[in-house]
């Protein structure tokens, strides 16, 4: 029952996060805030008047119930601060939500997570790229975290559940309210293969001022944030500062130097923040390799959907580059064959030419 009563105390006017943590302290339970008479509340520090009445006046047990079987209809969780479940990541930022709503299924906490972000009105480049690199992160055991905003945050989050993996959706709103209208389809892909997480009780609307305060928990929820594309002033750039002030690392794809769109993600360069290109730049910043025998197996799904010529080029090609000469003198084919298929194998994504350096296989493709 004290998850109810913690849900009670979050939902209540005029105290935040830091209050309900101040409170909890003194009192030890939101139980014990619940019974506190109003004389107690209002002797306790720093606490004002008004506040203590609006927690001695607004405990009503047919609401708290009415509230729980709206959870309960809608198949929707709450996990207080002090829940078990609640994400250790999000525990650590200055002011964590005392209370997050969950429609869907809440990702291990031990699975690594990255938060991507960007404009909302996205060039067709950054557009691409958000849904590659995230569709790539799909084949591994990656969380993508992101805002189920218009533009970047909804590429992301098509291209993590393209790939197969899990996603994270935080709205400024309700959990049970779509925003924007056009993504209730997507909306009910990351409740199947993920969740939608919002520290707003059902039924909030998306309002503007809810939105800066969601960017804290896109930014506390992961170990970094990518961001693919933001203006000069963006609530993008909010994010990533708010994920610098939690001490998470900020990564940044760099954009055209002629577009308006990525003067913010030029400027978090020009700061120092890394460059990422693809999605082996942010597994290695998250120090995930992978086994042999994963590549082992990933390799031989590849060579299956070959022709017999691609097939015999491909198991020529491995972690060190090899040129197309190199394959020339191996296989005794001409070097018009040899480009050709390499021309074939790349279009593919199986292998990658390096500069100046040959083809390798390409293991997130």
């Not at 913690?6 to 209540?12: A, N, Y």
């Not at 693919?228 to 610098?244: P, V, Y």
Request: hydrophobic share 40%.
């Amino acid at each position: 029952m004290e998850e109810y009563y913690m849900m009670w105390l979050s939902r209540l006017e005029g105290i935040g996060p830091r209050r309900v943590k101040a409170l909890l302290e003194i009192f030890g339970s939101a139980e014990e805030i619940w019974h506190t008479s109003l004389d107690t509340l209002c002797k306790v520090p720093h606490l004002p008047e008004n506040v203590a009445h609006a927690v001695a006046y607004h405990r009503d047990k047919e609401q708290l119930d009415a509230w729980i079987t709206e959870l309960e209809e809608k198949n929707i969780q709450f996990y207080s601060i002090c829940h078990p479940l609640y994400p250790s990541l999000l525990k650590e930022i200055y002011d964590p939500p005392a209370g997050i709503y969950i429609k869907g299924t809440l990702p291990d906490d031990n699975i690594d997570k990255i938060s991507v972000v960007g404009a909302r009105r996205c060039s067709s480049y950054g557009s691409n790229v958000a849904y590659q690199i995230t569709k790539d992160l799909g084949k591994t055991n990656v969380v993508v975290v992101s805002g189920m905003a218009r533009g970047i945050d909804t590429m992301a989050h098509k291209g993590i559940l393209d790939g197969g993996g899990q996603t994270i959706a935080v709205l400024g709103s309700g959990v049970d309210v779509c925003y924007p209208q056009e993504n209730a389809e997507l909306m009910e892909r990351i409740a199947a293969n993920g969740c939608i997480l919002s520290e707003y009780p059902p039924g909030t609307p998306a309002v503007s001022r809810n939105f800066p305060f969601r960017n804290r928990i896109i930014a506390g929820l992961s170990k970094m944030v990518v961001v693919i594309e933001a203006g000069k002033r963006s609530g993008t750039l909010i994010t990533a500062d708010l994920a610098l002030e939690d001490g998470r690392e900020v990564f940044v794809v760099p954009g055209n130097v002629t577009s308006a769109l990525s003067e913010g993600t030029n400027n978090l360069i020009k700061q120092g923040c890394p460059i990422i290109t693809d999605v082996a730049d942010i597994l290695v910043a998250l120090g995930i390799s992978y086994q042999e025998e994963e590549k082992e197996k990933f390799s031989q799904k590849v060579a299956a959907s070959l022709s017999e010529e691609e097939k015999a080029v491909y198991e020529k090609i491995g972690d060190v580059p090899i040129t197309a000469e190199e394959l020339v003198n191996q296989s005794g084919s001409s070097i018009q064959e040899i480009q050709y298929i390499l021309s074939l194998l790349e279009i593919a994504g199986h292998i990658r030419k390096l500069p100046q350096s040959g083809y390798i296989r390409e293991m997130m493709k």
